[in-house]
């Protein structure tokens, strides 16, 4: 299937054949429940009409974005976009980019409701239509960008090499990519990749582990983390006898633009969470298998030391050590996978 063509199928299902989230034949959509706490609490300020047509997979909001310039890929019709705007203040910049008309229409006609329902005296959000495989030609120029989001989309391209080295061009050095997404435990069968629903259903497209690693790794980023994973359910009848031999998974994706090795080193250092980030008291978790509790040193790595040095987070944290002594690799991986890893803290 062409990717003009895979484009369009996928325009119509958003765009036409979804009218809310009740209308999808799987669980990757995420229920507000599942969102922590303190989102849920900002949820009750975004309109109605906007949470009706989410069809998002995750929470793909990090900590930490006062002040932050913010780029959604695939907003739709602006849920994380209006999130983002309260978690940024009137000091921070939120723009969303969508191919779709329809539901930009829906996003754009309730930015002043949002400005004025958190108190800002203009909108601080910008929602433009383009593709995502394409941000020069939506504007966006080289590291420009704070941090890049995305909920359930990058799926959805037929470009995703495309996609993953212009995210790496528009981030700032020390920039985040922070995404939740579907992904598979075995590469999909070509014939299902070009099926409009299971496209449209977000499973079709839904990335296997190992390439999405190896996409990362030509883009630049040589150590990608997962943050949480939880199942999808396939509910349709017929969307399970298409791929119901398919195992998938709702994975949120952390990742930085910095010069990081392909392996996780140790140099002997330590980081100590202050409990300083908003909402974030007790523990911060920088991926599934680093969980930093306030005031407790925890050694890392010579990656994960430098995503919390390199990066917006270094005024959160305590940090002792360099380079300079080299002690051998440093078992990083999360114990159930430690053995089979052939990456940096995958």
Known sequence: MSTDQTLTDVRNYYGRVLQSSSDLKTGACCPAEAMPPALRRLLDDVHPEIKA????????????????????????????????????????RVIGIDMTAEQLAVARAHADWHAARYGHAQSNVQFVEG??????????????????VSNCVLNL????SRVFSEIMRVLKPGGELYFSDVFADRRIPDALRRDPVLLGECLGGALYGEDFRRLMLRAGCADVRTVTTSPVPLYDEAVIAKIGMVNFSSRTIRAFKLDLEDRCEDFGQVATYRGTMPDLPHAFELDDHHRFETGKPLRVCGNSFDMLAGTRYRDHFHLHGDQRTHFGLFDCAPAATAAVSAGACC
Request: charged content about 20%.
């Open 53 to 92: 047509r989410f069809y998002g997979c995750g929470s793909p909001l990090p900590p930490a974005l006062a002040g932050m310039t913010v780029l959604d890929l695939g907003c739709g019709t602006g849920r994380d976009v209006y999130l983002l705007s309260r978690l940024v203040g009137e000091s921070g």
């Open 157 to 160: 391209s037929p470009e995703k």
């Open 131 to 148: 593709f995502i495989e394409d941000l020069a030609g939506c504007g966006i120029a080289d590291a420009s960008i704070d941090v890049v």
